[in-house]
């Protein structure tokens, strides 16, 4: 018998399960899995995500035989519910929602109501006994489908009901009456007509397919093609449509509608948590128009603490739907983000499904479910998202800083962020790309924010609640984020917001607290994340799974000490030009290019090797014990010479030069592709005394702590930019030497290391020889991205957005690493210098070692480190652990 | 048994042949060979190869037994000669010589006469009958053994020398008596003693023994590096000694030496071709410093006919010559260098090789060769090297052009050259890193001057003949050269030359006409070469063993009309960005680049379609029916735009725009590395409309030529710079569209292809997913080079010099591909586009396109075609035969 396109679930049993979650979507498969736990859900059924695959491939056509089930499905429902689809005494109506395998939230669209029409309105509100809930619940049919199907401008229809509200001075909708949503009604009908030239359509069956096409349509809209291009979610899964009786929170003060997290999503302590409205739809409590009620007592805050919890006015509901989240917690294993609406005391579940988090929250339920017994090491270590946990890494307000508070929201996504403000995405774009960082503020967020946030330090919002579009958002992002902030007036036009005495205009600085939601006066000091109790923990046991080592990138004893706080088992790279441009030497790097002959340069260089030993001395102290790796100088000498007439001049003054004099070299040092330029080892072949004073000052400097404070260092010392082995050998032989002198002068003995970058495609394609030369490679897979694809990391701006616009590239290259183009060549370059020497040490410096997906790929070719910075240390970690629990279940 | 260290030659029996090159060299096989076929050759043995090898990789050490075969064979010689190595009474002396597998002219040292001393002198004199000339043989020892055994200055002999000819008032050395050589050898030891502290050496076997050290450790001097770097000749292959009895050519007027080609090795006519000096020995003829006399009356020119041939002067001996250079032609079935020395009446044949010619010459000897039965057509077109043909194809002066002709030397190496006077290889050296073209002027040109012989564009000397090293050295460099000069007084000092009434100061131009041996005042215009005759002969052999085609690199109709004269079957890069900068169009593509939107670039590109038409059919219709292969536009936008203050300030007057405007779009245009910028694919990604212009123009000239004059042609569309098939893809479809709507248009048919460039790593290593969209690939390995490496062709001045000196690279790999790592990288993207296209067509478009071993590569790894400049088609045509040949062999 071929697969059905369409699944049936409702009283207590269903045609499908939780494990058909490719099929049939998150929320359709939960929705069945929930029917087989006996957990109340309105009957309906979900039409499977083949049937959208389907239709894009026959050029939008539903498949042959969906029309049939479709009827045989709808025949169920009508049964089940005792109502009848376009009956004009006891109408069935529906919704229609949208399912894919992951959850997209605002990003596909949903039809509430569907099946009234201007006669079956008159049986709903017969048998509701309400006629202005059956008006009301028609307005907002004819609103959300002209919208969504119809493709209508959804404000024109707010602005008729603001007229409504004006011509009857009623300023709440709830206030409006029967007689009023009749005329809001008819002034819908007619905008339609005038717009569409067609009448609102009527027939429920035509209202029914029409509703099937634009979730499947929108599946290609922008928004979700933005949403997936950042999600990376391959737009080939499809979606399902999920088609369910509708059940109404909007009946009365025995209705109500809610969304709850079986855990706090924020901080992920075990209490059940969730927000409600009475006599509401659950569009109403996600829109965030109105500010919800907290779903029980132990969810009040100062902010909401007026409003009534559902434990307190509807206390059976609220019991009952304590025991259902108990259920599925436990048999989900999961934090369950739920919906569901009261319709006349009846408590009915919409939906259920793994609840996304913060970071902190992933970390704590983790940690607290393995405890409670309900997962495994394993299972807790997987639970944590390693591009998630960056948010736990990063600085919070320093608490000793003085804290201009002006406003306070909802602490809606944890954190802390300063940056100067804007009012619109496209403002927030254009900041980023020079390098701002902004806080968005909006009244309220909405899907075509998306990109915007996603370039903000964080984002503040006047409306909505907890589950607000832009809480559930910026929690997925791990933005920090405050919402409900309502003593905020947002003049978007006027790009101002005022509150209390204050105006803050754009470009003004103010900070989030995101675990508080204070919203503070300009820029305050931040102090570094506290990396112990459950994090920790969860720490120790991906180190546990992890086989993979994790370094550090770090050019200071100061970030080599952050490194070892997070974890790293090492220094993958110590970048030795930032030394170089410190105040004190800075004059002794200039005189040594401004020298005209090698001795010249001697000098200076003699100059600055007291200071270079100091520099390792301090790194290797830090790093105490574990490997450190000494890049060799690298950048074009052009880097740290003045540029602009002034600093000529001052640089000339205190150098005693002539001013004409550092003009020459500067032009005789000009380049027009720097990067393709005189740099790296290519430096240290033509002036081969700046790394025997750099390999010097390493040896003394290791010699000196292994000697006097008995430590065991075994110095690695890199040469950059190596493309022939030619290059290496000679550069080795400069720097063996130099490092033999100076065991022989210290009269000892010491083990050191000399290797390279791997970060031109030539190194790659002759690892095989480069390996001759090298005790380890380290793949600098910033340079390769850039020499693989021809892209310099400083002139991409013009061109990768629109390709990644238009999907040429997936992503970043230089954000996530290209496996087909340049990890095909790290990989050739592992097997070659393997083959050659298959005991050779091999790592990535490159910023793809912090980042997940790159960290995975590490993994799978072998690699024995990833070198990352010192913030990413603990997200390397993470992601090595889920890699090799992967290759396990493999 | 063991093989030999030492090889013996001499009375008709040689331990050797011509078959033990690489162990004998070439000198040695040959002599052994010349020995085999009954010539008259000074007995002799030669020290193989591997002693050298040995030598060297012993630290210096001779290999055991060699010292015991040495004596041995010494012993056979003495008993051959009936003299005896340090004999008082009738000494044997020795010459020693270098040999390596192929001729370094000038490269090794040389020491003749060995076994002298201040006994076996007096032996010499007395066997001899002439005190002088025993004398005079002792000083030139002397000279040369502390020249190139002590390390001593050759100039202080030389000065000493001067000294006893002031002090007699003798200008000639040939009027020097015996008591000056006596005096001079006094002091001459007197300087040994005085330098090197000890005297000079007296003990014969002592003498040998250092002579033979000598010759090992030039092996490994500057110059012979320096020449084996430029032949691409393998420092393994070492030299090995020829120890030969001493002839004498200088021992009265019964005497003679010489140095002759069996052909003449400038032109290839089939005459005996050679020169001579009475009562000298070989260095005299080779050094330059006598004007020698023609070996025969057909040997006479304008110049020399005043001095008598060997014909005339030395009938018998001549004779002899002859029969012995015909054996040897014959034997050989090559053109023979020989070197030969008459001692009273006897001829003894000191070398024989095959003889260094000119392009020119090469040819003709080939092409007569098979006329005449010697070879058959394949040996003739291996006979010809396909890196020297080049200089057939360079243009020779302009017969119509005025020529001011201030002096007239030897023809030495045809050709033409113009450029400024310098006096110093240095300042050659200097002149050619800044892109001057310069003649190089010497009194004489010596073993130090090779790199400047190999920068300049020509060589004139004062002094020297047709086998001077400035002649041997040039023609084997293909360089326009004229020797023995006479009128010319060169000032080193003084950075000038005279002749006549002008003086020639350092800067000013000259022009060479190295075919008639014209010095010309200024520059003079040249003319294209002629192409038919014997080469147009050869060239039809060479295209009936060829199997891979070749195209050329042409811009416009001129080239592509040059490209097709030359032989070039189709273009396979035309670029079309040089169309962009002409006059008539530069304003409109300026426009193009300033305006704001895709609206106003559309207009500009309006204006510039109908010249780009215009430039496509002129090309088609120079190309008819073979393939030609346009690249869209690649160049970066800026490129486009005036500069400085001055141009921008015109170009906004005349488009009507601000220069801030201007000057703003400069700005926005600038890049950091505008190699890996926004250019190529990614200007047709971010703006179609150039393409899509660029496309219509190439269909509607390819349509219009079909429709209207019957042509038959299959445009090939490239797209340049393509790192993912992503961006193929999107453009492949915009130029298909453009290409499907022009023929909807037209109402017609036609096929056209779209390919792409692979000249970046990234599409060489996904080049199994271009080919999906790619129905050709063209690589493009000038920029694969540049990204493979990480060189910038433009900045790499700074650094690759010294890369060739310290050999970390063994070639420029701008010029000879890299085959260890950019080959590796096309062998690979080769496989992967047949792994997905089996049938793709493969060609390279980079100026590798035109180099011999690069060509060889090509056809290796099995591409369709190569494309290179016009002038190197026949080059690339004949490496390609060459290539095809060395398979079929293999």
Same mark, same amino acid.
């Given at each position: 018998?071929?697969?059905?396109?369409?699944?049936?679930?409702?009283?207590?049993?269903?045609?499908?399960?939780?494990?058909?979650?490719?099929?049939?979507?998150?929320?359709?498969?939960?929705?069945?899995?929930?029917?087989?736990?006996?957990?109340?859900?309105?009957?309906?059924?979900?039409?499977?995500?083949?049937?959208?695959?389907?239709?894009?491939?026959?050029?939008?056509?539903?498949?042959?035989?969906?029309?049939?089930?479709?009827?045989?499905?709808?025949?169920?429902?009508?049964?089940?519910?005792?109502?009848?689809?376009?009956?004009?005494?006891?109408?069935?109506?529906?919704?229609?929602?949208?399912?894919?395998?992951?959850?997209?939230?605002?990003?596909?669209?949903?039809?509430?109501?569907?099946?009234?029409?201007?006669?079956?309105? %008159?049986?709903?509100?017969?048998?509701?006994?309400?006629?202005?809930?059956?008006?009301?619940?028609?307005?907002?049919?004819?609103?959300?489908?002209?919208?969504? +199907?119809?493709?209508?401008?959804?404000?024109?229809?707010?602005?008729?009901?603001?007229?409504?509200?004006?011509?009857?001075?009623?300023?709440?909708?709830?206030?409006?009456?029967?007689?009023?949503?009749?005329?809001?009604?008819?002034?819908?009908?007619?905008?339609?007509?005038?717009?569409?030239?067609?009448?609102?359509? %009527?027939?429920?069956?035509?209202?029914?397919?029409?509703?099937?096409?634009?979730?499947?349509?929108?599946?290609?809209?922008?928004?979700?093609?933005?949403?997936?291009?950042?999600?990376?979610?391959?737009?080939?899964?499809?979606?399902?449509?999920?088609?369910?009786? !509708?059940?109404?929170?909007? !009946?009365?003060?025995?209705?109500?509608?809610?969304?709850?997290?079986?855990?706090?999503?924020?901080?992920?302590?075990?209490?059940?948590?969730?927000?409600?409205?009475?006599?509401?739809?659950?569009?109403?409590?996600?829109?965030?128009?109105?500010?919800?009620?907290?779903?029980?007592?132990?969810?009040?805050?100062?902010?909401?603490?007026?409003?009534?919890?559902?434990?307190?006015?509807?206390?059976?509901?609220?019991?009952?739907?304590?025991?259902?989240?108990?259920?599925?917690?436990?048999?989900?294993?999961?934090?369950?983000?739920?919906?569901?609406?009261?319709?006349?005391?009846?408590?009915? !579940?919409?939906?259920?499904?793994? *609840?996304?988090?913060?970071?902190?929250?992933? +970390?704590?339920?983790?940690?607290?479910?393995?405890?409670?017994?309900?997962?495994?090491?394993?299972?807790?270590?997987?639970?944590?998202?390693?591009?998630?946990?960056?948010?736990?890494?990063?600085?919070?307000?320093?608490?000793?800083?003085?804290?201009?508070?002006?406003?306070?929201?909802?602490?809606?996504?944890?954190?802390?962020?300063?940056?100067?403000?804007?009012?619109?995405?496209?403002?927030?774009?254009?900041?980023?790309?020079?390098?701002?960082?902004?806080?968005?503020?909006?009244?309220?967020?909405?899907?075509?924010?998306?990109?915007?946030?996603?370039?903000?330090?964080?984002?503040?919002?006047?409306?909505?609640?907890?589950?607000?579009?832009?809480?559930?958002?910026?929690?997925?992002?791990?933005?920090?984020?405050?919402?409900?902030?309502?003593?905020?007036?947002?003049?978007?036009?006027?790009?101002?917001?005022?509150?209390?005495?204050?105006?803050?205009?754009?470009?003004?600085?103010?900070?989030?607290?995101?675990?508080?939601?204070?919203?503070?006066?300009?820029?305050?000091?931040?102090?570094?994340?506290?990396?112990?109790?459950?994090?920790?923990?969860? !720490?120790?046991?991906?180190?546990?799974?992890?086989?993979?080592?994790?370094?550090?990138?770090?050019?200071?004893?100061?970030?080599? *000490?952050?490194?070892?706080?997070?974890?790293?088992?090492?220094?993958?790279?110590?970048?030795?030009?930032?030394?170089?441009?410190?105040?004190?030497?800075?004059?002794?790097?200039?005189?040594?290019?401004?020298?005209?002959?090698?001795? *010249?340069?001697?000098?200076?260089?003699?100059?600055?090797?007291?200071?270079?030993? *100091?520099?390792?001395?301090?790194?290797?102290?830090?790093?105490?014990?574990?490997?450190?790796?000494?890049?060799?100088?690298?950048?074009?000498?052009?880097?740290?010479?003045?540029?602009?007439?002034?600093?000529?001049?001052?640089?000339?003054?205190?150098?005693?030069?002539?001013?004409?004099?550092?003009?020459?070299?500067?032009?005789?040092?000009?380049?027009?592709?720097?990067?393709?330029?005189?740099?790296?080892?290519?430096?240290?072949?033509?002036?081969?005394?700046?790394?025997?004073?750099?390999?010097?000052?390493?040896?003394?400097?290791?010699?000196?702590? +292994?000697?006097?404070?008995?430590?065991?260092?075994?110095?690695?010392?890199?040469?950059?930019?190596?493309?022939?082995?030619?290059?290496?050998?000679?550069?080795?032989?400069?720097?063996?030497?130099?490092?033999?002198?100076?065991?022989?002068?210290?009269?000892?003995?010491?083990?050191?290391?000399?290797?390279?970058?791997?970060?031109?495609?030539?190194?790659?394609?002759?690892?095989?020889?480069?390996?001759?030369?090298?005790?380890?490679?380290?793949?600098?897979?910033?340079?390769?991205?850039?020499?693989?694809?021809?892209?310099?990391?400083?002139?991409?701006?013009?061109?990768?957005?629109?390709?990644?616009?238009?999907?040429?590239?997936?992503?970043?290259?230089?954000?996530?690493?290209?496996?087909?183009?340049?990890?095909?060549?790290?990989?050739?370059?592992?097997?070659?210098?393997?083959?050659?020497?298959?005991?050779?040490?091999?790592?990535?410096?490159?910023?793809?070692?912090?980042?997940?997906?790159?960290?995975?790929?590490?993994?799978?070719?072998?690699?024995?480190?990833?070198?990352?910075?010192?913030?990413? +240390?603990?997200?390397?970690?993470?992601?090595?652990?889920?890699?090799?629990?992967?290759?396990?279940?493999?």
């Amino acid at each position: 018998m071929p697969r059905p396109w369409i699944y049936y679930f409702g009283n207590d049993k269903a045609d499908g399960s939780s494990k058909l979650k490719n099929l049939l979507g998150g929320k359709g498969a939960n929705l069945a899995e929930m029917v087989n736990l006996g957990i109340p859900v309105p009957p309906g059924f979900t039409i499977s995500t083949e049937v959208c695959t389907t239709y894009y491939d026959q050029d939008n056509q539903y498949p042959e035989g969906l029309k049939e089930e479709m009827q045989a499905n709808l025949a169920k429902i009508e049964a089940s519910m005792n109502r009848k689809f376009g009956d004009l005494k006891i109408p069935l109506l529906l919704s229609v929602r949208s399912g894919a395998r992951i959850s997209m939230p605002g990003m596909m669209d949903t039809v509430l109501n569907l099946g009234l029409n201007d006669e079956t309105v %008159q049986g709903l509100a017969e048998a509701a006994q309400d006629e202005r809930f059956a008006l009301d619940s028609y307005r907002r049919f004819i609103q959300m489908y002209s919208d969504v +199907v119809l493709g209508l401008d959804r404000t024109r229809f707010e602005n008729l009901l603001e007229e409504e509200k004006e011509k009857s001075k009623v300023r709440l909708d709830t206030h409006l009456k029967a007689e009023n949503w009749r005329s809001v009604v008819k002034s819908f009908k007619d905008y339609v007509l005038r717009v569409t030239g067609k009448e609102f359509p %009527q027939d429920a069956m035509s209202q029914l397919w029409g509703a099937i096409g634009a979730v499947f349509n929108s599946w290609m809209n922008k928004r979700a093609i933005e949403y997936r291009r950042i999600n990376n979610i391959p737009s080939e899964w499809g979606t399902a449509v999920n088609i369910q009786a !509708m059940v109404f929170g909007n !009946m009365g003060n025995d209705c109500a509608t809610g969304v709850a997290f079986t855990r706090d999503p924020g901080t992920g302590d075990k209490k059940f948590f969730g927000e409600f409205l009475i006599n509401a739809q659950g569009e109403d409590v996600v829109a965030g128009i109105r500010t919800p009620q907290p779903i029980n007592i132990a969810g009040k805050t100062p902010e909401n603490q007026h409003l009534s919890s559902m434990e307190e006015v509807l206390p059976e509901c609220y019991q009952t739907l304590v025991e259902i989240y108990q259920n599925l917690e436990k048999h989900y294993r999961d934090m369950q983000d739920i919906e569901f609406t009261i319709e006349k005391g009846k408590v009915w !579940m919409l939906q259920t499904r793994n *609840g996304k988090r913060t970071a902190q929250a992933a +970390v704590k339920i983790a940690v607290d479910m393995k405890d409670e017994g309900l997962i495994d090491k394993k299972t807790a270590v997987l639970r944590v998202d390693p591009a998630q946990i960056d948010q736990l890494l990063h600085p919070t307000l320093d608490p000793k800083a003085k804290q201009d508070i002006i406003a306070k929201g909802l602490p809606a996504s944890p954190g802390a962020a300063t940056g100067q403000v804007v009012f619109t995405a496209e403002e927030a774009t254009k900041c980023y790309e020079q390098g701002r960082k902004v806080i968005l503020v909006r009244l309220e967020t909405s899907p075509e924010d998306i990109h915007g946030m996603h370039v903000a330090q964080g984002i503040l919002t006047a409306r909505g609640g907890m589950t607000s579009h832009a809480a559930v958002v910026a929690r997925g992002m791990g933005k920090c984020c405050i919402t409900g902030c309502e003593t905020l007036q947002v003049d978007q036009e006027g790009k101002k917001f005022m509150v209390g005495k204050h105006v803050i205009r754009e470009g003004e600085f103010i900070t989030l607290n995101g675990s508080t939601g204070d919203v503070i006066l300009g820029e305050v000091p931040t102090v570094e994340a506290e990396l112990s109790g459950d994090f920790g923990k969860l !720490m120790e046991w991906v180190d546990e799974f992890r086989t993979l080592k994790v370094r550090a990138n770090a050019d200071t004893p100061h970030d080599a *000490g952050v490194a070892r706080k997070f974890g790293a088992e090492g220094i993958g790279l110590c970048r030795t030009e930032h030394m170089f441009f410190e105040e004190d030497r800075i004059g002794a790097v200039r005189e040594m290019i401004l020298a005209d002959d090698r001795e *010249g340069r001697r000098e200076a260089l003699e100059k600055l090797r007291p200071m270079q030993t *100091g520099d390792f001395v301090g790194i290797f102290r830090e790093m105490k014990d574990v490997p450190v790796t000494i890049r060799l100088l690298d950048p074009p000498l052009h880097e740290f010479l003045p540029h602009s007439e002034e600093e000529i001049e001052q640089v000339a003054n205190r150098l005693g030069y002539s001013v004409d004099r550092i003009k020459a070299k500067l032009e005789s040092l000009h380049e027009f592709n720097p990067m393709l330029g005189h740099r790296g080892c290519r430096l240290g072949i033509t002036y081969p005394e700046i790394y025997e004073m750099q390999a010097r000052a390493i040896m003394e400097a290791a010699v000196d702590l +292994v000697q006097k404070e008995g430590y065991s260092i075994i110095p690695e010392i890199m040469i950059p930019l190596v493309g022939h082995v030619g290059e290496l050998k000679i550069m080795r032989e400069v720097v063996s030497v130099t490092c033999e002198k100076v065991l022989k002068e210290k009269n000892t003995e010491l083990k050191y290391l000399i290797g390279t970058m791997i970060e031109l495609p030539r190194a790659a394609l002759t690892a095989d020889q480069v390996a001759t030369e090298a005790d380890f490679f380290s793949f600098g897979t910033n340079d390769l991205t850039q020499t693989t694809f021809g892209f310099s990391r400083d002139d991409v701006g013009k061109f990768l957005p629109v390709y990644l616009e238009k999907k040429i590239l997936p992503r970043d290259p230089f954000v996530v690493l290209d496996l087909d183009g340049v990890g095909r060549l790290v990989q050739h370059a592992v097997d070659l210098g393997r083959k050659t020497k298959p005991q050779i040490k091999l790592g990535i410096c490159g910023e793809h070692g912090g980042d997940p997906a790159s960290v995975t790929f590490c993994h799978e070719i072998g690699l024995n480190y990833v070198s990352c910075s010192p913030y990413r +240390v603990p997200v390397a970690r993470l992601a090595a652990a889920h890699a090799a629990l992967a290759e396990k279940k493999d």
